[in-house]
């Protein structure tokens, strides 16, 4: 085993995917996955805000393991990222690695390690804590299950919790929800506007809102305008999306959430972001029946509500016949 740091560029990611294709080949969205995973890296290589410090563990010239130190200036100072992690089921290979890992961090001023995110927390980080092994959603990162009990031996301070769950019956949130929480939106001066296409105009909105509300997450960086393009252009969106649903208050777009399309019969649902202001009126109610509706209408059998932060629940929104079939974990490591 040879452990090498090494100097990134666009062309030393071509190692590390060709691992990721040999993992992870047969997997459904393989494309899609390997499609992101490269805009991360790309991400963290063309980004004055960002110091990528790469480690490759090899076996017998074969690049067998993997992970990065990630120094963004704007995280609190002595605090990084690390990310674009990959190991086999060797505990000794991956101790090996994680030692490598610490002592680089710590020759450059680093205490504190968050992760594993893969450039920062606006880009795919979690690693599975239990799963029910149903094939991984587009937007989901890969990730083996024992990751998740290797990084708990190194003991982190803190973990962060998330969900990914399904849904295949409407009715009881249809029920449950009612009518009402959506009909009370004209009376109050909102309403909810749907869209196939994202112009760049609600895009910058979706920019704002979203740093707005996102600002004291865990690992919040702010992405500048140029960044957040980047990673949410237009087109990019456009490409996924089923539906754009737009929460107006007047004129004014107060909170948004998005459905892509799995496949025929399934959609993906993202978190529901409401400005905080506007939090506690039920309007994420309303939003979540018209998107049940819509579903219902449309003829999909199943919705996915992908990653959601424990606790980060809608008000009395029905958990009855959701099933959760993936939770994940990042950490915090103090070094």
């Known amino acids: 085993m040879n452990i090498k740091k090494y100097q990134p560029n666009p062309s030393s990611v071509n ?32 980004n ?28 609190p100072k002595g605090e990084a990222f690390f990310g674009f992690m990959e190991t086999p089921k060797d505990i000794s290979i991956f101790n090996s690695m994680w030692n490598s890992l610490v002592t680089e961090a710590h020759e450059r001023g680093i205490s504190v390690l968050k992760g594993p995110v893969n450039g920062s927390i606006w880009h ?17 990162l890969f990730c083996e299950p024992y990751y998740y009990d290797f990084l708990v031996s190194n003991k982190p301070n803190t973990e962060i919790l998330y969900y990914s769950a399904s849904r295949e019956q409407y009715d009881v949130v249809l029920r449950m929800i009612t009518e009402d929480s959506h009909e009370k939106l004209n ?4 309403s909810i506007k749907t869209s196939k296409q994202v112009t760049l105009e609600e895009l910058g909105t979706i920019a704002t809102i979203s740093k707005t509300i996102f600002q004291n997450s865990w ?14 252009s237009s087109e990019k969106l456009s490409e996924h999306l089923n539906t754009l649903y737009l929460l107006y208050k007047g004129e004014n777009i107060i909170g948004f959430c998005s459905t892509s399309k799995e496949d025929n019969t399934t959609l993906v649902l993202k978190t529901i972001c409401i400005l905080p202001s506007y939090q506690g009126l ?5 939003l979540a029946y018209k998107i049940h509706l819509d579903a219902k209408d449309d003829g999909f059998e199943k919705i996915i509500y992908a990653l959601i932060r424990e606790g980060n629940n809608i008000k009395n929104f029905p958990k009855e016949e959701a099933t959760i079939f993936r939770r994940y974990a990042t950490f915090e490591f103090k070094i």
């Open 15 to 46: 190692n590390l995917i060709k691992l990721l294709q040999e993992k992870y080949g047969e997997s459904k969205n393989i494309g899609y996955f390997l499609s992101d995973f490269n805009k991360a890296f790309s991400f963290c290589l063309n």
């Open 282 to 286: 039920g309007l994420g109610n309303a």
């Open 48 to 75: 004055e805000n960002i110091q990528l410090h790469p480690i490759a563990v090899f076996d017998q010239d074969c690049l067998c393991a993997h992970i990065a130190l990630i120094i963004d200036k704007r995280l």
């Open 124 to 140: 795919q980080y979690r690693c599975i804590k239990e799963t029910d092994s149903s094939t991984f959603f587009k937007t989901e």
């Open 219 to 232: 690992g919040y960086t702010e992405l500048n305008e140029r960044e957040f393009m980047q990673l949410y």
């Open 187 to 190: 009376i109050a001066g909102f």
